[in-house]
């Protein structure tokens, strides 16, 4: 069984701060790696997706992959409070997504 | 253009009745998917439907059923439902294996 993990936080940083998450994932044959932001009471919205190993940035966002140690990460540089969200970590198995419980980031003004 | 759209957007049923929800795919797009998200946790995968049958099914059991139309659109019904049925129903679409788009969802309380 696939499985993907996260630290449920919340993670606390303050404005302007570099915000880091991480995630686990359990099936060494995973090729595609993404990462959704989920308001509360809201849908997931895709952010990043990463394919290879090393990292991708896209503006403020820089996702990085570990596909040896079977580690993803996103960091978010200059955390804005609209950043407050949960973030979870889905990985790709032929169109189908297995999802971690995500981590909930809070940033303070 | 028109994203993934999701209805109704909420609902309460009881314990043993059944559910019927819909989802019309972002235009393009003609495979869908369902996810279930109870409170605090990620999304599961329920099913996937493609050219009107479906193509994958993840751990739920027969209660939960669909059907793909040939506009591509989708339902997701549940029967006899139970207290823990209780979740956000998402709905993705995406053209054949690429990126998944999500609807807004539709959120069904049972008591």
């Known amino acids: 069984q696939k499985e993907v993990e996260q630290n449920s936080g919340p993670l606390s940083v303050p404005e ?3 915000a880091s998450l991480n995630c686990t994932y359990s099936d060494r044959g995973s ?3 993404f990462w959704y932001r989920q308001y509360s009471g809201k849908s997931p919205e895709l952010i990043m997706s ?3 190993n090393g990292d991708k940035e896209d503006g403020r966002f820089t996702a990085q992959l570990n596909k040896a140690s079977q580690y993803v990460s996103l960091l978010i540089r200059d955390s804005q409070p609209s950043d ?4 979870l970590c889905a990985v790709s198995g032929y169109s189908t997504l297995t999802f971690g419980k995500g ?4 940033v303070s003004p | 253009d028109a994203g993934v759209t999701q209805s109704p957007t909420h609902l309460i049923k009881t314990r043993g009745q059944q559910v019927t929800l819909r989802c ?3 235009s393009g797009h003609d495979t869908v998917s369902w996810y279930q998200q109870a409170l605090g946790q990620g999304p599961q995968f329920i099913f996937q439907y493609y050219e009107e049958e479906e193509r994958q099914r993840g751990n739920f059991p ?3 059923s669909g059907h793909q139309f040939p506009n591509y659109s989708s339902e997701l019904n549940v029967n006899a439902l139970l207290l823990g049925d209780s979740a956000l129903y998402l709905c993705a679409s995406s053209f054949g294996t690429g990126e998944l788009f ?3 969802g539709s959120r069904l309380t049972v008591l």
Do not use: H, N, V
């Open chain 2, 24 to 26: 019309s795919p972002k």
């Open chain 1, 103 to 106: 981590t909930m980031l809070l």
């Open chain 2, 62 to 64: 027969d209660r939960f």
């Open chain 1, 16 to 18: 302007g701060a570099i």
């Open chain 1, 31 to 33: 090729q595609s790696f």
């Open chain 2, 102 to 104: 999500f609807g807004e």
């Open chain 1, 84 to 87: 407050s969200a949960t973030y």
């Open chain 1, 50 to 52: 990463i394919y290879s």
